[in-house]
């Protein structure tokens, strides 16, 4: 079983609605949650980290974790074309490495 | 947040040269830095993970003598893909986490390395 399950199907989305991103993992021990924005070509770079469930907030972006059930989200309010990019989840316990999703391709139409 | 330099960021070799690619961390020490690689549409794939002075410690399926990794300082690690053959193109990245409390790691701009 993958640690970290992401339905990496693209979604496309006309400019201003509301993305919703999933994964799902399987270790319990697991206590640190990302998000990874990736553009073509490029590294992903950091956009959400939390490590508690419930939500956070930074502007037009919210990240959920419920521990619970092993689910992490993403959203994305007021979605723009340049929100178009590959998003990863990841997560990690305790200094080891980082498991990450298959990333979500994200496409905003204006 | 933390930055990390990789470079170069696209090199061309022709098969059976080696090419070192380079992660700096600018404004933090690195006690660990992660090389993965990645195919075209695909997730990242750790390779290998690196501590500071000390030995790298490969994946399953990765060959250590192929891919060289060098962390000598809390700040450099190199990755060296030697005698680099066509099925080696691939983009290439790097990772680095600093020894303190931050778990997040911060990821270099990639290398894409194409081998003629």
């Known amino acids: 079983q993958k640690e970290v399950e992401q339905d990496p199907g693209p979604l496309s989305v006309p400019e201003g609605a509301i993305v919703s991103l999933n994964c799902t993992y399987s270790?319990?021990?697991?206590?640190?949650f990302m998000w990874y924005r990736q553009y073509s070509r490029k590294g992903p770079e950091l956009l959400m980290y939390?490590?508690?469930?419930g939500n956070k907030e930074d502007g037009r972006f919210t990240a959920q974790v419920d521990k619970s059930s092993k689910y992490i989200s993403l959203f994305i309010r007021d979605s723009q074309p340049s929100d178009s990019a590959t998003y990863l989840c990841a997560t990690a316990y305790g200094n080891n490495r980082l498991a990450f999703g298959k990333g979500n391709q994200v496409v905003v139409i204006p | 947040g933390a930055v990390v330099s990789q470079h170069p960021s696209w090199v061309i070799c022709k098969s059976g040269t080696s090419v070192k690619i380079e992660c700096r961390s600018l404004?933090?020490?690195?006690?660990?830095m992660f090389w993965y690689r990645q195919f075209p549409k695909q997730s990242l794939m750790l390779m290998a993970t690196s501590n500071e002075g000390s030995k790298a410690t490969y994946e399953q399926g990765v060959e250590k003598d192929k891919f060289l990794i060098n962390h000598a300082s809390l700040t450099l690690s190199t990755l060296t893909v030697t005698s680099a053959h066509p099925e080696d193109s691939s983009f290439y990245i790097c990772?680095?986490?600093?020894?303190?409390?931050?778990?997040?790691?911060?990821f270099g701009q990639g290398t894409r390395l194409t081998v003629v």
């Open positions: 990772s680095a986490r600093d020894g303190g409390a931050r778990t997040e790691a911060f």
């Open positions: 270790n319990s021990a697991f206590q640190y």
């Open positions: 939390t490590y508690s469930s």
């Open positions: 404004d933090f020490q690195a006690t660990t």
